[in-house]
């Protein structure tokens, strides 16, 4: 089993910037692949970036292209999403995700196996 858990959350105004973290608490952290995914009030959970284990090959909503960056660092267990020019509709509850093998099925929630508890970013205008 896996557990993570997100920080990193807050209220930010539109234009600002916040840097998310997740933790796992495993030991083969470097063998799994690593997403965010966020869910609106009354909203699907949607795909927002992903990295690989393998070579950390790094993949992106295009709502958040150019301005979201996942990263990851295997020695302290951790991803990190860095998120600028926020914008209100970026608002949601931010999820990290983990699941051992990359593809397609990356983009999907439900092919991920582990998930974290959440994290509330709200951007006002």
């Known amino acids: 089993q896996m557990q993570l858990v997100e920080s990193g959350g807050g209220l930010v105004q539109a234009g600002g910037s916040l840097r998310l973290s997740c933790a796992a608490s495993t030991r083969t952290f470097n063998n799994y692949c690593m997403g965010w995914f966020r869910q609106a009030p009354e909203k699907e959970r949607e795909f927002v970036a992903a990295?690989?284990?393998?070579?950390?090959?790094?993949y992106y909503a295009d709502s958040v292209k150019g301005r979201f960056a996942i990263s990851r660092d295997n020695a302290k267990n951790t991803v990190y999403l860095q998120m600028n020019t926020l914008k209100p509709d970026d608002s949601a509850v931010y999820y990290c995700?983990?699941?051992?093998?990359?593809?397609?099925?990356?983009?999907?929630?439900?092919?991920?196996?582990?998930w974290g508890q959440g994290t509330q970013v709200t951007v006002s205008s």
């Open positions: 990295i690989t284990w393998s070579d950390s090959t790094t």
């Open positions: 995700a983990a699941r051992r093998f990359a593809g397609p099925a990356l983009l999907r929630p439900d092919e991920y196996a582990y």
